[in-house]
């Protein structure tokens, strides 16, 4: 079985892939430019491609499979409605799936729920990224608020925490929210830190 | 008060206007409706959000709402059109040297009856030498590939024969013109502007030149969605309907041209956008813009009523275009997908005209005429095709005989 992996996201491409490979699948293409994607798809004959919900190349695909169906090679596309369940687990998880006309469905459903939970699992890794990132920004951010403190007030750094953390209780804010207004501030009013 | 929350999804087009300014001129929370918009890039994933709920509605291209009623290419699922998002709105942008062909080297818009004859001449001349012209239009049931089909059989053109006609998706037109991947393109606003003003094509004639009043985008919706809280729709039209009227305002062009080119909406160039809905189009880089009537329709006339025979012109050209085989029922399935009883329902009472009858003959009009109406005071402005054929929804196979004649 053939399966092409259709995705202008590489790294998503490569966790997909790598979760066929380790079920035991290994006749996978990867597809991530934009550019003869038709052309492409049409030489390696895939059995099932799979592809991310909104990549910008699906009208076109849709289209190129309509035709090709025209021309006697039959390709449609799965959504079929008597898995309704299925299809909408990967509509939600942001996935599209298309088949060789007449593939056994029993073949696909596996592959299907893979990708989808591939899927899944690469969206928590990317919130879990940025979550990371932002704790990083708020750390940079009550670093330098502290820094003003510690300068204005001629205070150290365990005071000027301190002071931050009481003022942020009181006003029932974030220590980070606390931090970015002194921040900004002190940068109006000429600060040099 | 608790706003009831409506999902709509689009594609960046300057034709998706009026769901935007629905909420943002606040017409929709005026309705009690929180409008959230949810956009995409390809029609394939605005349907399929559609179907799976992701959406309640969605700016779809005309001809898909019917595809998929009709289930051409997925398993059927019945949508309904209570209202028609607007008329016209796209042009066909052939690139530089074949444009210069078509012009003769003349400023303005040549007349599409002449444009199309030398624009057939070309086809088959390519054709004939083994290089088809290549052309690229938005989606296999959109209006534009039909409309650019219309123009094309009607000036001479076999189609089937002469001319290869490829998907694009809207915002990446420009660029396969560009790289030579097309000849030319046939898309909705700002995309042909974009490849005019980035000199890799010129507009050789408007959809509105070759159907005067062509119904384009509609608000689409699964019919059992529809059903299950009309009362709602019934909300969400009518503060489509106010945005409309907005729209065509021309001291708010500037702040809706401002609107619609955030970058969560079209994310594109507001001057471009402006030119659009001011009727004001640039043929070339390097001419000014010219004065298009009614190069967009979005309000007047009635122009978002879903006349059921639209729907019916529609399915005639998926016929034509051997999309889909005709036959009498597919035929009825298609017509009630527009759903003129609907939009009366949700304008019942207010100063708003309706029609009497839901079909009308398309392109019969040659000059402005009142039509009678259930409500209100209603003038109809000409709606003819280039070739001066009109369609009758009660004669198809006369129609369609004509047509292969």
Known sequence: ?193 | MTLDVFRVGFLPLVDAALPILARELGFAEEQGVDLQLMRDVSWATVRDRLLYGHSDAAHLVAPLAIATSLGLDRPPVPLSVPFVLGLNGNAITLSRPLADVITGGKEGLADPVEAGRRFAAIVAERAQGGKKIRLGVVHRFSSHNYMLRYWLAGSGVNIDEQVDIITIAPPFAADALAAGEVDGICVGEPWNSVAVERGVGAIVTVTAHIWQRGVEKVLAMPTARMEADRELVHRVIRALYNAGKAFIEPDRREKIAAILARPEYLDGPADLIERAISDRIKLTAATEPLHIPDFMFQHREAANFPWVSQAAWLYAQMVRAGHTRKNAKDYAAAQRVFRPDVYRAAFAGTNVPLPGASAKLEGGIAATIGVGTVQGRLMLGPDQFFDRRSFDPDQLDQYLAELSA
């Open chain 1, 1 to 193: 079985m053939r399966i092409a992996i259709v995705d202008e996201s590489s790294a998503r491409a490569a966790v997909i892939e790598e979760g066929l490979r380790e079920s035991g699948l290994s006749d996978i293409a990867t597809l991530t430019d934009r550019r003869g994607l038709v052309a492409r798809l049409t030489e390696l004959e895939p059995d099932v491609v799979l592809m991310n919900l909104e990549n910008p190349s699906r009208d076109t695909l849709e289209e190129s499979f309509l035709v090709s169906r025209s021309l006697g090679k039959p390709i449609a596309m799965f959504v079929d409605q008597s898995d309704e369940e299925s299809t909408i687990a990967a509509v939600d998880a942001g996935v599209s799936a298309y088949i060789v006309d007449g593939f056994k469905k029993e073949r696909i459903k596996p592959i299907l729920d893979l990708a989808v939970r591939r899927f899944q699992a690469f969206s928590k890794l990317q919130e879990e990224l940025a979550e990371a990132k932002n704790m990083l920004a708020e750390r940079k951010i009550v670093d330098r608020a502290k820094a003003i403190l510690m300068k204005r007030r001629g205070i150290d750094e365990p005071s000027a925490y301190a002071l931050l953390r009481s003022h942020a209780m009181q006003s029932n804010r974030r220590i980070a929210d606390v931090a970015e207004a002194l921040v900004t501030a002190d940068s109006l009013m000429g600060g040099d830190l």
